[in-house]
């Protein structure tokens, strides 16, 4: 359903056109919707999305409770070269790629417990006052394209889309042409009033390096002692770490939180460090309670800048000076993979360009087509994959619409949700089984909120809000300003458009570590009904853009919430795990070993939540299966 401007109250509270809460209790054979529909279009559903009811029952049934639905004595489908379970940018990249390398007769099957293809790359679209927009409910952008492998590059080619193009359609100094800055945001909950002031911190690098940060400090509300220490902190020039030899700091800083860091070494009060313990939630999954000093160093953090501590890297930002964070399309990784699609089914999304993908309308009836080579079926989620008694091929076991199914594969790949394989995968070593565990999945939720206008952020002379102390949103701010195909970012205030929200669950100061917040923070936002994320959201506007003159009732059309409990690929975090893991070493190349004629590809399997990371596995996985 889209939005219209003279929707009700009703549908508003609703979220449009779909309100179902987290916590319901669908059957997990209760049917979905077909495929095959007439005006099946999931992009334009609003509401409670990402993981959607309907998508995660049937996986909850097996792993929370044991359920083990009935495996059909005999085939119900036929027999393809490789079915594929998870049809996420890894998924589909997977497929492609077989394609490409077996020869293009193979028959392919993807099979995916969502609603929609993309995995986490999903699109969120509104018509607001007859305007469409379109947005990102997942996995963002192409970061680095310079840095990716061979064989991640070349994807990127054969599916027509070329990065470079992506200098005309970002427009860079969008928002410093607009004078529109970063505000920081003190909520009545925390602070008694709702104030939206200077952000500090997001210009640290900036415009505040002249020495004007007393001014602003001085109207924050917090007390004279934190506006002096936080001042103090932000201006020294010290060494906190002189006494320590240099051979050590590195060390010391990797198993010490910057927060206890700062607390400890810079007489720096909570009160101060509650303001921006958060900030690296959305990279990290948990804020500066759980992620180390020299992560902190790294992103040139207050009280850091002078620690001596060599060439060991650099503030993050700075190191995207030569390739900027530019590369996204109007729906994010979407993008990639409604051009995989293409690629795989050239029939469901028209067009040949990169440009034209923006406007493309997916034709979902043509996804799944009796005879076709390549066959993508959704609302399908695998609930049991074994070699058959010859070890010659493959069964999968999958539920959808309320039956099961049974289909067979010479070679299976399996690019889902990595956590759930043990429990799907009878076959699997234990010693394999024991590193999928090691890490989970780090949950998060993109909040896409159609505005009919933007003037409170135009009159306020910000784009985006940072809470200190966030109630829920982290963050919330213009979208990216992208302008490609025919389609236009906003250019007037009076316009509308979408703002996009950020919120990562976790339990800070507990005392629990990382995985323990991550797994904590998902129980949370399983229990939390859209309902909950819309009351919240409209507070916490209204409370920071008041004074711009926005009002949620009048101003807000509609409000897409993209939940994933299992967001994005656990990255090793060295405050807790061994400094040496990473892409290279650690759990996950044990947890990711091939199992006969079954492969794994997943960004999981890469131990990196990017999209070069979910390629890279693809293309292992299926170079394994092809040199058996």
Not at 155 to 184: C, H, M, P
Not at 224 to 241: D, I, P, W
Not at 458 to 465: A, D, K
Request: net charge negative; glycine share 10%.
């Amino acid at each position: 359903m889209r939005t219209k401007s003279g929707m009700s109250r009703r549908d508003f509270m609703n979220g449009v056109a779909l309100s179902l809460a987290a916590g319901t209790t669908l059957s997990p054979l209760k049917p979905w919707a077909a495929t095959g529909t007439p005006g099946y279009y999931p992009p334009t559903l609003t509401g409670m999305r990402g993981s959607h009811a309907g998508s995660f029952e049937v996986g909850h049934a097996v792993s929370w409770a044991g359920t083990r639905f009935p495996r059909p004595d005999k085939q119900t489908d036929g027999s393809y070269d490789v079915v594929i379970a998870g049809g996420g940018i890894s998924g589909l990249s997977a497929a492609m790629l077989y394609r490409q390398r077996a020869g293009g007769n193979a028959r392919i099957l993807i099979l995916d417990n969502h609603d929609d293809f993309g995995g986490h790359a999903k699109r969120n679209e509104f018509i607001v006052d007859g305007q469409q927009l379109i947005g990102y409910g997942g996995s963002q952008s192409i970061d680095s394209p310079a840095t990716y492998s061979a064989a991640s590059a070349q994807v990127l080619k054969d599916i027509a889309i070329t990065t470079e193009r992506f200098y005309q359609y970002y427009d860079q100094d969008y928002f410093r042409s607009r004078n529109l800055g970063n505000g920081l945001y003190f909520s009545s909950e925390h602070y008694g009033k709702d104030q939206l002031l200077l952000d500090v911190f997001r210009s640290f690098s900036g415009a505040f390096r002249g020495g004007n940060f007393s001014e602003t400090v001085a109207t924050y509300p917090i007390s004279e002692e934190a506006k002096t220490a936080l001042v103090r902190l932000m201006t020294s020039e010290q060494n906190y770490l002189a006494d320590m030899d240099a051979s050590r700091r590195v060390d010391f800083l990797q198993k010490i939180s910057y927060t206890d860091f700062i607390h400890q070494f810079t007489n720096t009060p909570k009160e101060v460090t509650d303001i921006f313990r958060d900030r690296p939630r959305g990279i990290w999954g948990v804020g500066w309670d759980a992620t180390s000093a020299l992560e902190g160093y790294r992103w040139n953090n207050p009280g850091m800048a002078h620690l001596q501590l060599g060439d060991i890297g650099s503030n993050w930002l700075d190191s995207r000076e030569d390739e900027p964070y530019i590369f996204h399309f109007p729906d994010g990784n979407a993008g990639v993979a409604r051009a995989l699609v293409r690629n795989l089914i050239p029939a469901a999304v028209p067009g040949k360009t990169m440009e034209d993908l923006v406007f493309a309308r997916v034709n979902y009836g043509l996804l799944d087509v009796p005879g076709a080579a390549v066959r993508i079926r959704l609302n399908s989620t695998a609930v049991d994959i074994r070699h058959t008694g010859d070890e010659e091929a493959v069964d999968v076991t999958y539920v959808s619409h309320g039956k099961t199914h049974r289909v067979r594969g010479d070679r299976v790949i399996y690019a889902g949700y990595h956590n759930l394989l043990p429990y799907v995968c009878p076959e699997l070593p234990v010693e394999q089984k024991q590193a999928i565990e090691y890490a989970t999945k780090v949950p998060l939720v993109y909040i896409n909120i159609a505005l009919r206008n933007w003037q409170a952020f135009s009159r306020l002379g910000i784009r985006s809000v940072t809470a200190a102390q966030p109630t829920l949103m982290h963050s919330f701010g213009l979208d990216f300003p992208v302008s490609m195909g025919g389609y236009e970012f906003t250019n007037d205030p009076d316009q509308p458009t979408i703002i996009h929200g950020t919120y990562v669950p976790a339990v800070p100061d507990t005392g629990m570590n990382n995985i323990e917040q991550h797994k904590a923070g998902r129980r949370a936002l399983y229990e939390m009904s859209f309902s909950d994320f819309e009351q919240n959201i409209v507070a916490q506007m209204n409370g920071a853009l008041s004074g711009g003159g926005f009002d949620a009732g009048r101003d807000i059309a509609a409000i897409t919430v993209n939940r994933w409990p299992h967001g994005y690929a656990y990255e090793y975090n060295e405050l807790y795990d061994d400094p040496s893991f990473g892409k290279d070493v650690g759990p996950h190349l044990i947890a990711r070993k091939q199992i006969g004629r079954i492969s794994i590809a997943n960004s999981d399997a890469s131990a990196y939540a990017y999209v070069n990371g979910a390629i890279d596995a693809a293309d292992r996985a299926v170079n394994e299966q092809l040199k058996t």
